[in-house]
């Protein structure tokens, strides 16, 4: 009965659900799985987010919000830009359950069949689908020759790049790297951006988890306030996952446009959920450096375990995820590392960077060092 969207067949399941199924099924047959594939803190809630939430279910916060979001954060998102150099006032935020629809309404409110968009691989998952959906064309530009850093293949960025582009998307830290862009590369996609009129997605939702190094927020760059859409989120930051709640940023006209699809759609972030991200952005600071410590810890325990096998990674300063060089047929590799030592990774092809498998060490230093002794036990390594 069912005469499916041409839309819908231009976009795949996600390349991360064959691994987790057959994790699920390894689990299920009794396998101790070690998940390294899993793009979530393995924190809890900091307890004062989880009060507030509870606090503002008491209150009977469980209405529908004004569809940008309440006023009390919008304001809080705003005082935080500001924090990262952008000049942001409330009007120009709008609160979303995850960066992840964020994200996809902006896709809708720019794209138009056949514009171009342009990701750096190894690129998220998503980006992808979503520029897929709303008719867009990829063009790609592929950091991995580059040590995954982006200020070396500007050139090649510039050669992409036309008056056609529409958008670029930037992410930084990155999902799957863990690179950080410096200011320098940040720069000079500015000055792409200026010279050929296109927006840019500036996904910073890894921003919090950074070693060393200090992301710069592209928004805050000379000539970009108006052409960038800033995309942010408390999943990672704040391990708060499943409450589903992030924002963009962008001029306040933009967010005219964007707010047309949000309240046509998801109608508003949840309530009570809204007011425990306030608590998230203004009294957290301890917590998130906690974690943030932790990930540093585990990045270098990896980076040393590897090592001492004469694996060299590519190591990035932020988020918590690493790109470990496979076989070429990385899918393969995946296969087998689940299969034969019950470690789970995310296949590189999923981000267009084949040869490598993403890990993800947001897991225990113990579970860590078990997974690179299984890898090498099973001549995975
Ligand atoms: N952007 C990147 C790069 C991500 O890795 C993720 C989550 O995996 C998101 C955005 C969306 O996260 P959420 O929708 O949970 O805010």
């Known amino acids: 009965p069912y005469d499916y969207s041409e839309r819908i067949g231009r976009v795949e399941p996600s390349a991360t659900l064959a691994i987790s199924n057959l994790a699920a099924e390894r689990k299920a047959a009794g396998a101790d799985v070690i998940d390294l594939s899993v793009g979530e803190p393995d924190f809890d809630t900091p307890e004062t987010v ?44 709008i609160v979303t359950p995850g960066g992840k629809q964020a994200l996809y309404e902006i896709f809708g409110t720019l ?24 008719g867009g064309t990829l063009s790609r530009v592929d950091l991995a020759p580059h040590g995954f850093q982006l200020e070396p293949a500007l050139d090649e960025l510039a050669e992409v790049v036309s ?30 951006a200026v010279e050929h009129d296109f927006a840019v997605i500036s996904d910073e939702i890894y921003e919090r988890i950074t070693y060393g190094v200090e992301p710069t927020s592209l928004a805050s760059l000379d000539g970009m306030a108006d052409r960038t859409i800033t ?9 708060m996952t499943g409450w589903r709640l992030g924002y963009l940023h962008a001029t306040e006209e933009f967010v005219g446009q964007a707010g047309k699809l949000h309240s046509h759609s998801v109608s508003c972030a949840t309530n009570f959920v809204q007011h425990a991200g306030v608590e998230a952005l203004e009294n957290t600071d301890d917590e998130v450096e906690e974690m ?9 325990l990896l980076v040393d375990l590897f090592d001492e096998h004469g694996v ?26 689940i299969e034969e030592a019950a470690v789970a990774c995310v296949p590189g092809s999923a981000f267009n960077a084949p040869g490598y498998a993403r890990i993800s060490y947001a897991a225990s230093e113990k579970r860590l060092r078990e997974a690179v002794d299984r890898l090498v036990s099973n001549d995975l390594l």
């Open 292 to 300: 943030r410590a932790a990930f540093e810890e585990r990045r270098d």
């Open 231 to 239: 995309i942010n989120g408390f999943s990672k930051a704040f391990s």
């Open 163 to 192: 008056d056609d582009t529409e958008l670029l998307v930037v992410n930084s830290p990155s999902n799957p790297t863990g690179a950080v862009f410096s200011e320098a590369a940040l720069e000079g996609v500015r000055d792409l």
């Open 50 to 93: 989880v009060e507030a939430g509870k606090a503002a279910l008491d209150a009977g916060h469980t209405g529908y919000t004004s569809s940008n979001g309440i006023p009390e954060l919008r304001e809080a998102i705003a005082e935080k830009l500001r924090g990262n150099g952008i000049d942001a006032t409330a009007d120009e935020v």
């Open 111 to 134: 794209i138009d069949d056949g514009d171009e968009v342009v990701l750096l691989d190894p690129a998220w998952v998503s980006y992808e689908a979503m520029a897929k959906l709303a």
């Open 312 to 337: 060299d990674v590519d190591v990035g300063d932020g988020a918590f995820y690493m790109m470990l060089p496979v076989d070429d047929d990385d899918q393969a590799w995946c296969t087998a590392a």
